[in-house]
């Protein structure tokens, strides 16, 4: 199982440019998020998914879109890029049943909004 | 709504002694509780949890965490540190019932001097 993957590792964007972060996972998790980091801020949730189809907004969802048309992916859209959104993102996921509530990360994304 | 506070941004510790990064709680009702560690450019790693159970939780590498339910507490310990525990560790919590992803405390980092 190659987990929780996520590209690009890193990202340079102008203000105002759009880009989609992507996210995979290859462990038949029913819950997806996401999350940025940001130093002396911890992790915030971005957006999450329960489900294909099914998405919600978490504590900083501004800025940011999200669909989850199947069990694996589960992309971030940025619509138009501020420098307030430059951070490191994370993307998880986490079986509803079996093991749950232990999360899965990704590797992260540098992105960078010059 | 939940939430949990690491008041400690940093611990330092001499390598042989005991840690504690301390982690306090607030949910409506009753929580799942967990620690994730962060190695330096990589995803969080899942430590250990409190489902039900033992109000002390043995996880990975040798950490252990108490749940206190009077003090809504989940610190994390260790017997004796090592140099290579020097990682940030998140705690967080979800509340039952009410939320199907937890939120994460901003983080500890500790720091085990040789």
């Known amino acids: 199982n190659a987990g929780v993957t996520q590209t690009p590792k890193f990202q340079v964007l102008k203000t105002g440019q759009s880009m989609t972060l992507q996210c995979a996972q290859d462990?038949?998790?029913?819950?997806m998020s996401w999350y940025r980091q940001d130093p002396g801020m911890g992790l915030r949730l971005i957006h999450y998914?329960?489900?294909?189809?099914?998405?919600d907004q978490g504590e900083v969802p501004n800025g940011y879109n999200v669909s989850r048309s199947t069990t694996e992916d589960f992309p971030l859209r940025l619509l138009s890029a501020a420098p307030s959104q430059t951070s490191v993102y994370f993307c998880?996921?986490?079986?509803?049943?079996?093991?749950?509530?232990?999360?899965?990360f990704g590797p992260g994304t540098r992105l960078t909004v010059l | 709504a939940q939430s949990v506070a690491q008041p400690e941004d940093q611990v330092n510790v001499a390598e042989g002694n005991p840690l504690t990064v301390k982690c306090t709680y607030s949910?409506?009702?009753?929580?799942?509780l967990f620690w994730y560690v962060q190695y330096p450019n990589r995803g969080l790693q899942f430590l250990l949890k409190?489902?039900?159970?033992?109000?002390l939780v043995k996880g990975s590498y040798g950490f252990e965490a108490e749940f206190n339910k009077s003090q809504t507490s989940f610190h994390l310990k260790k017997p004796s540190a090592l140099v290579s525990d020097s990682a940030l560790y998140f705690c967080?919590?979800?509340?039952?019932?009410?939320?199907?992803?937890?939120?994460f405390g901003r983080g500890t980092s500790l720091i085990v001097h040789p």
């Open positions: 967080a919590v979800r509340e039952i019932i009410r939320s199907y992803i937890p939120t």
């Open positions: 409190y489902i039900t159970g033992d109000n």
């Open positions: 998914s329960v489900g294909a189809g099914i998405t």
């Open positions: 462990m038949n998790h029913e819950y």
């Open positions: 949910v409506s009702g009753n929580p799942y």
């Open positions: 998880a996921s986490s079986d509803a049943s079996g093991s749950p509530d232990t999360q899965y």
